[in-house]
């Protein structure tokens, strides 16, 4: 008996299957501004170590640049640690997920002729190791860790869209910090650019669904005109309250 599902498909009823295809070549990585200014802030220190110790020629680099420089991104992903149980049925085996496991990010940045790429990186996790301001070369020198709070950052984003920025995923990473940096060769020959690729752990991702700015201007003027909470339909589980100012409704929607 043939199998009905089996049949020819042309080229246009391909076309309207699947669509138009998400492309690899149109994203956006957000790296921090990290504030030397806030009293009593816990990125306060990072961010004074990164300038003097980093000697960035730049000091808006890492919030204006450094994301622009971003050649390579990964998507982050997760899986699941499980649990094997074998006596619960006669012979069948299941696994039950305990634990979520989220695998590090690279991220690959060109270098530029200051080496302000390099540096950022490098004096951030000089400071995770607590090596301080000014490095020695005596036997006795030792290193003390930073306390995570003072390196983990959550504003590490990453924006993936496509030509038209009709719909965008928006990926936020939580408690991230550079865990590793690749070897930088050079050599003599052929220029190349030169690039660096940092390894990034973090607790955990969000990732928001913005489907397109005409979407939040709809769910906007929904929020100005109900009187009545209601679901944010981008982020299942996210309630909007009705509002009296656009500002404050603005601010208080945007991803912090």
């Known amino acids: 008996m043939a199998n009905s599902l089996v049949k020819a498909v042309t080229m246009q009823s391909a076309r309207e299957l699947v669509g138009n295809p998400a492309l690899t070549n149109y994203y956006l990585v957000e790296i921090p501004q990290l504030s030397s200014n806030v009293i009593d802030s816990n990125k306060s220190k990072l961010a004074r170590h990164i300038l003097l110790y980093g000697k960035l020629t730049d000091k808006s680099f890492p919030s204006r ?10 998507l982050p992903t997760s899986s699941y640690a499980t649990a094997e149980v074998k006596d619960n049925f006669l012979g069948i085996t299941q696994e039950f997920a305990h634990t979520r496991l989220y695998a590090d990010t690279d991220f690959t940045f060109y270098v530029d002729k200051n080496y302000d790429s390099i540096k950022f990186f490098e004096s951030w996790m000089d400071y995770i190791s607590g090596s301080g301001a000014s490095q020695t070369t005596e036997k006795g020198y030792f290193r003390k860790m930073a306390y995570p709070d003072y390196y983990k950052v959550s504003e590490i984003k990453i924006y993936k869209f496509e030509r038209n920025i009709e719909g965008v995923l928006e990926y936020r ?50 929020a100005l005109r109900t009187r009545e909470p209601f679901e944010d339909p981008r982020i299942p589980g996210t309630t909007i309250l009705p509002v009296t100012d656009p500002d404050i409704y603005i601010n208080s929607i945007r991803p912090a």
């Open 65 to 74: 640049k450094l994301g622009f420089l971003c050649s390579e991104a990964s």
């Open 173 to 222: 990473f939580i408690n991230a910090f550079p865990k590793g940096m690749v070897s930088v060769p050079v050599s003599y020959g052929s220029a190349d650019l030169l690039k660096v690729t940092v390894s990034f752990n973090y607790d955990r991702y969000i990732m928001n669904f913005d489907f397109s700015r005409k979407f939040d201007i709809e769910i906007r003027n929904r």
